[in-house]
């Protein structure tokens, strides 16, 4: 039997600049300012339209073809900046592109950000999982840092450098007993 | 999420109709999945609340985040499409468990017939299924045979009928009707002698697919599990099962190394029976090379004293007349019919001193052999029996005895269980006398061929196994009572002191014992008289099976198998017992084809015959028959994706495979045709016995080789990576380039060498004349380390030895499940592999002797040769 292969990203909108359209007091730590929620219209539609502007812009018309067929979001958080795309598995490199190329959310939204691609699976439920792992590595990460009054710690700077497949090494051992920590994969993590 | 067009529901040529209207499940279905797998997720402005960001907000909203994907995960899995019949364990699927759930579990089956509804799947029973376009002519066929078989009994009877009328009119008018004979006495058949037996007409049903082959007795059983020989392929003239259809390469490894058993259908061996005087089978058997290589103390000697009275087994090599040691013809086991012991003296068995009447008393003998030299020995022992003065007559006895072979830990258990000696099915048995097999055999249970005394035997008188089927798991002896007693019967082995005559060499017995097995339809109605949940009453017109049970260790602790001899047609009803029975451990007997038997023999490290023995009259036969086999495998490829012989490159400028690549080509061992006499005669090497073999290889004996072109079986291991493939070519290491066999030599792996080298070794520099003399040490020390062997593929690889150093091929050659590595069964040409005399006089040879069991291994289309060892085979 032919199975359609696919290969599914996990995304995450950044906001380097300036937490949008919500009211920040000074306090807020970095942490959190850079998770920043997006705004409510930013719906599935915009996200889509986003990816196939910037295919077309770069790979132009064929690249476009390519990834039309299979192009789906299977799950959009704007509170918390987080989706998960599916794409046809020989050219999902071109939606990583696109993703990684763009600067700003499109119209309706229309704010400056960075959309990083941490981790392409083969499958939705791997996808998920490392989803979980990342929420609840942010949930201690911002708590730590509102402790230690919002300083710009190492973790950003390990977060943002954290970049595809990569697995991030927990910062705390509370949560490694999390169901999607017992990757193998969790020694091989690069930071450089 | 479209619902199938209904329109379609009255074309008669859909395969599935569509569902009902009124029940239609389908779209619910998807409604259903497209929920699960939908991942919910919260707005932004219901998560922060007044456009206000911060940590308790921010902690929050990844929490749900958290909750929501983890729902996801376990919703999409609740719905996976994993259908019933998929839960059931994989040996246990059936493929019409898909159309039936009839066929299913009981646990599973509410859940597939829901399932059923669901997906539209339309239950199939084989009875109403409509036949195919070739059924339906078999079927119509079938339909006019039986009319006219009908019809023309009908008019058989009435003839019949007829003629029964005159008759009775004849005697009324003559005198009294002669009485017929209260008890039928089985006439004794007159056997021919000496002529080879026809296998048993089959049913008329099976007559026509067995014109050229003959069907094992469980062939019906073995065709529905296992693949067959192709129909006009017979494997020696029989239809065998070749390896079961599921796929078992590894479980077969388990059952017969670490837990249950294997057992096969073997009754293709052929069976030869002897008839004569003890001096007269003695010769016989000499002559064929019986204890040929012991000095004395062998088969003939003392030791083989147990043999001779029937109690022990012997299994070795058969040669042709007067050959040992060429020419050999098979592996066999001999067996000998113990004596019928008198009455009154049962000391004459322990002594030598019989009385003189004794040695007149004819014996009986029973050669079993493989199938494939069964022709060559046949004609060999008919020679010999008429030359034995007495003569002893030979008898086939390939259809009457069949047999069942049955290896792994838990053999015993299964064998125990299902045969039960006649006297113990009778009553209790007294517990202090052990001198009889029955006694004996149900302490057997937990023994293995390996933890009794060597090649021991058992005959006695089996009940009809379908009385107790299915059969039910024995109770292994717990008690220390017990256990002290199977001690004492391991050790001292009574059945030697007692030698009793087994009943399955009478003819009488075997066909009286096949003629009284009940119908199966009797058996069931016995069955269901019987009380529920006891097995039905014997009845003094019971078969008695006779039965011989023999078990032979292999090379392992494991290896060991168990032999039973049955009359031809009891096999089957014993088969089918074997197969159910329950094992201790769980699960049941597993049984095997011909790969399996092979592939047993090869993790044993063991050769298998015929295929591992070339230069034997069966092994290039079957060589033979291999290499067409892989030559039409190879012309099927096409071109550009089958191994180019002519352009392999070999190194060193040569070019192109040695000899044939898809064969084990020994003509080319032999020496190399001079332009001189141009017609090459075909060279036929000889196989030779081990024992003399290990003497020859050792350099131990001092004649010369005899006979010339001799072959050795040997083992191959390898020292590096590797798996050799049958076919692969074994050369020694090279004798005329030095240079080469030094840098071969390399290649052993040393103890420093193992060592996974995790840095570069710094560059070495030599010190300065006034550093401390450790580090002068040191420096030499390094420049005299052995090199690490270069790797496959780098440059500095050696390459093969020329073809002068080939000696020899591998037969069989794959991954060995039971080392973990690749290794082989080859076999060598002697003359090449033989330590010359002067070095065994030598006194400091011994690197010299280990490099002789060196040897390179290079797979046929491959250039690359991997370093192995051999050691000779069993």
């Given amino acids: 039997m032919v199975r359609i292969k696919h290969r599914y990203l996990l995304i995450n909108i950044l906001y380097p600049s300036k937490a949008p359209n919500f009211s920040t007091k000074d306090d807020i730590p970095d942490v959190i300012q850079f998770r920043a929620p997006t705004p409510d219209n930013f719906e599935t539609g915009v996200l889509l339209r986003m990816i196939k502007e910037g295919v077309n812009e770069l790979y132009g018309d064929y690249g476009l073809g390519m990834i039309a067929g299979s192009l789906k979001i299977i799950y959009l958080s704007a509170p918390t900046s987080t989706a998960i795309i599916r794409v046809s598995r020989d050219h999902y490199r071109l ?76 910062p705390a051992p509370n949560i490694r007993d999390g169901p999607t920590n017992h990757d193998s994969s969790e020694s091989e993590v690069q930071i450089d | 999420m479209s619902s199938t067009t209904p329109q379609s529901n009255n074309t008669s040529s859909r395969k599935r109709k569509a569902p009902i209207a009124g029940n239609n499940h389908r779209p619910h279905k998807y409604a259903r999945l497209n929920n699960a797998r939908k991942i919910s997720s919260q707005t932004s402005d219901k998560a922060f609340s007044e456009g206000n960001l911060n940590v308790d907000k921010f902690v929050k909203a990844r929490e749900y985040e958290i909750k929501a994907l983890e729902d996801g995960l376990r919703k999409s899995k609740a719905v996976l ?175 017969t190394t670490q837990r249950g058993a294997v057992a096969w259908d073997m009754s293709y061996m052929s069976t030869i029976g002897l008839d004569g005087p003890e001096k007269s089978i003695e010769g016989l058997l000499k002559a064929l090379g019986v204890g040929a290589d012991g000095d004395g103390s062998g088969a003939w000697g003392k030791s083989g004293l147990k043999w001779r009275q029937g109690t022990r087994t012997w299994e070795g090599w058969l040669h042709e007349r007067e050959e040992w040691p060429a020419k050999r013809i098979a592996p066999a086991t001999v067996i000998w019919n ?118 021991i035997l058992l005959a006695f008188e089996a009940s009809d196994p379908r009385l107790r089927h299915p059969p039910r798991t024995i109770q292994s002896p717990a008690d220390l009572d017990t256990q002290k007693r199977i001690r004492q019967i391991c050790t001292t082995w009574p059945l030697d002191s007692n030698p009793r005559p087994a009943t399955l060499f009478e003819r009488s017995n075997r066909l009286k014992s096949q003629r009284s097995l009940p119908s199966q339809k009797s058996i069931n109605r016995r069955k269901t008289l019987a009380d529920p949940g006891q097995y039905p009453k014997s009845r003094p017109n019971d078969p008695k099976i006779p039965t011989l049970v023999f078990a032979s260790r292999g090379n392992t602790a494991t290896a060991g198998t168990w032999t039973i001899l049955l009359p031809w047609k009891c096999i089957e009803p014993v088969w089918r017992s074997l197969m159910y029975y329950p094992l201790a451990i769980g699960g049941s ?48 490829r096409p071109k550009g994706r089958r191994v180019e012989w002519d352009s392999l490159d070999l190194g060193m400028g040569r070019k192109g495979e040695i000899g044939t690549g898809w064969a084990c080509d020994w003509q080319i061992l032999g020496p190399k045709p001079t332009e001189a006499d141009a017609d090459v005669k075909e060279i036929f090497f000889e196989s030779l016995p081990r024992s003399f073999a290990a003497q020859l290889v ?32 074994i050369y020694r290491l090279p004798t005329a380039n030095i240079d080469l ?95 010359p005399n002067t070095l065994v006089s030598g006194e400091d040879h011994t690197a010299l002797k280990k490099e002789h069991t060196l040897c390179i291994v290079r797979d046929a289309g491959q250039s690359i040769g991997r370093l192995a060892k051999w050691e000779l085979a069993l």
């Fill in chain 2, 698 to 729: 050792a350099g131990k004996s001092t004649e010369s080789i005899h006979p010339p072109h001799a072959l050795i079986t040997v083992e191959i291991t390898m020292i590096t990576k590797g798996v050799p493939q049958t076919c692969a070519r």
């Fill in chain 2, 589 to 636: 007997v597993r049984f095997g084809g011909v790969r399996e038997k092979r592939q047993i023999a090869f993790e044993s490290g063991s050769a298998w015959f015929p295929g591992d023995f070339p230069g034997t009259k069966a092994g290039d036969e079957w060589e033979l028959q291999e290499k067409v086999k892989r030559k039409a495998e190879w012309e099927k």
């Fill in chain 1, 95 to 170: 939606v990583w592109t696109a993703l990684t190329m763009a600067t700003r959310l499109p119209k309706p939204v229309d704010l400056p950000c960075v959309i990083q691609v941490v981790r392409t699976s083969g499958t939705i439920r791997k996808a998920e999982e490392e989803a979980i792992r990342r929420a609840k590595a942010s949930i201690v990460r911002s708590k730590q840092s509102a402790q230690t009054n919002g300083s710009v710690g190492i973790d950003i700077l390990r977060d943002f450098n954290l970049v595809g497949r990569y697995h991030q090494p927990s």
């Fill in chain 2, 81 to 255: 499409s994993q259908r019933a019949f998929q839960d059931v364990p994989k040996d246990l699927r059936r493929r019409t468990a898909s159309h039936n759930v009839k066929w299913i579990p009981k646990r599973l089956r509410p859940r597939a017939a829901k399932e059923m509804v669901e997906d539209n799947t339309p239950t199939v029973t084989a009875r109403r299924r409509k036949p195919s376009t070739h059924q339906r002519l078999r079927l119509e066929t079938a339909k006019r045979l039986q009319k006219l078989s009908v019809k023309s009994k009908e008019r058989r009877q009435e003839k019949k009928a007829q003629q029964s009328e005159a008759e009775v009119k004849v005697s009324v008018e003559g005198e009294e009707p002669k009485q017929a004979s209260p008890a039928l006495s089985v006439c004794k058949p007159r056997v021919k002698m000496a002529t080879l037996k026809t296998a048993p007409i089959p049913k008329a049903k099976f007559k026509k697919r067995q014109i050229h082959k003959t069907w094992l007795p469980t062939h019906l059983w073995h065709s529905k599990r296992a693949h067959m020989t192709p129909p006009k392929e017979p494997l020696w003239r029989f239809a065998l099962p070749l390896t079961p259809t599921a796929k078992c390469y590894r479980t077969t490894h388990r059952a």
């Fill in chain 2, 338 to 455: 113990a004596k019928t012991q008198p009455e009154e003296d049962v000391l004459v068995a322990k002594g030598e001193d019989a009385p003189p009447n004794k040695s007149k008393e004819n014996r009986k003998v029973s050669i079993r052999v493989h199938p494939a030299g069964f022709m060559q020995l046949w004609e060999q022992v008919i020679r010999l029996g008429k030359v034995q003065k007495p003569t002893v007559t030979v008898e086939d006895l390939r259809f009457e005895i069949g047999s069942i072979e049955i290896s792994g830990p838990n053999a015993a258990e299964a064998l125990v269980g299902i045969l039960h000696p006649e006297s113990l099915a009778k009553g209790g048995t007294d517990m202090g006398n052990l001198d009889g097999a029955h006694d004996i055999w149900h302490y057997l249970s937990n023994q293995s061929p390996s933890s009794l005394p060597p090649n």
């Fill in chain 2, 741 to 835: 066999r030094a840098k071969w030599l390399a290649q052993v792996p040393t103890p420093a060498s193992k060592r996974p080298s995790v840095k570069k070794a710094p560059t070495l520099r030599r010190p300065g004349a006034d550093a401390p003399l450790a580090e002068h040490k040191g420096y030499a020390a390094a420049l005299i380390m052995v090199a690490t062997p270069s790797q496959v593929g780098s440059a500095d690889y050696p390459p093969v030895p020329d073809e002068d150093d080939l000696i020899g091929f591998v037969t069989t050659g794959k991954f060995n499940l039971g080392e973990g590595k690749g290794s082989g069964i080859a076999s060598l040409l002697l003359e090449k592999v033989v330590v």
